[in-house]
């Protein structure tokens, strides 16, 4: 069974960083994309950014500039460097594997 682990999550003032890691195990198939969402309360779970096996990427237009999405194909994880934070980006973010598999989810707070 497909387990995703995030990490990294925290409480962070604004203008600040932090590092989100998710690390994929149990997965007996190829990983082509891999992605972070994020659900604030009373909101729906959108898409921040997603990468490719290969490397693509796409983001949200509201993290363009700030947020990278990297992976570690060999490692099946995913990271997402997450710079210059805003009280808006305060959300429950979750790892997602083949638009299919999700992690259990970490709280990014950004204090104003």
């Known amino acids: 069974q497909v387990q995703l682990v995030e990490s990294g999550g925290g409480l962070v003032q604004a203008g600040g960083s932090l590092r989100l890691s998710c690390a994929a195990s149990?997965?007996?198939?190829?990983?082509?994309?891999m992605g972070w969402y994020r659900q604030a309360p009373g909101k729906q779970r959108l898409l921040v950014a997603s990468?490719?096996?290969?490397?693509?990427?796409n983001y949200a237009d509201s993290v363009k500039g700030r947020f990278t999405i990297s992976r570690d194909n060999a490692k099946d994880t995913v990271f997402l460097q997450m710079n210059s934070l805003k009280p808006e980006d305060t959300a429950v973010y979750y790892c997602?594997?083949?638009?299919?598999?999700w992690g259990q989810g970490t709280q990014v707070t950004v204090s104003s």
């Open positions: 990468i490719t096996r290969g490397g693509m990427t």
């Open positions: 997602n594997v083949n638009d299919y598999h």
């Open positions: 149990g997965v007996t198939f190829k990983i082509n994309v």
